[in-house]
């Protein structure tokens, strides 16, 4: 199971979007290997462009595994924030809840991001 961050959807649903990542998404959706969490799912839903993407999203509700963000993702998500404090990083909370989710269900992130890349260098 992969753990699918709000910027490689954002890739495989805009038609200008990276080929590369959205490849990779195609390629776990297609393999049922493809999965959310509520935080990316209303990141996603937030940013949706008007009745062109709603029919997708919905689509995506039904159809995706969605992953909890429990209590031991929130204290995975606060041990993540303090290593990134001491390591001299300054990175988005959603992104360390969305990371500390991936971790705690022990699967793969797909990403465009970043913060992400920093977090996952973090113990």
Known sequence: MTLIDTSA???SLRPDGDRDVSARVRKLLE????????LIQLELWNGARGEKERPGMTEMA?????LPIDDEVWSTAYGLARS??????TVPATDLIIAACARRHGV???HDDSHLE?????H
């Open 9 to 11: 959807w954002i890739h």
């Open 31 to 38: 393999s049922g290997k493809a999965s959310w969490c509520p």
């Open 62 to 66: 039904a159809s995706l595994p969605s």
């Open 84 to 89: 990134a404090h001491a390591q001299g990083h």
């Open 108 to 110: 793969r992130l797909e």
């Open 118 to 122: 920093v977090i996952q260098t973090l």
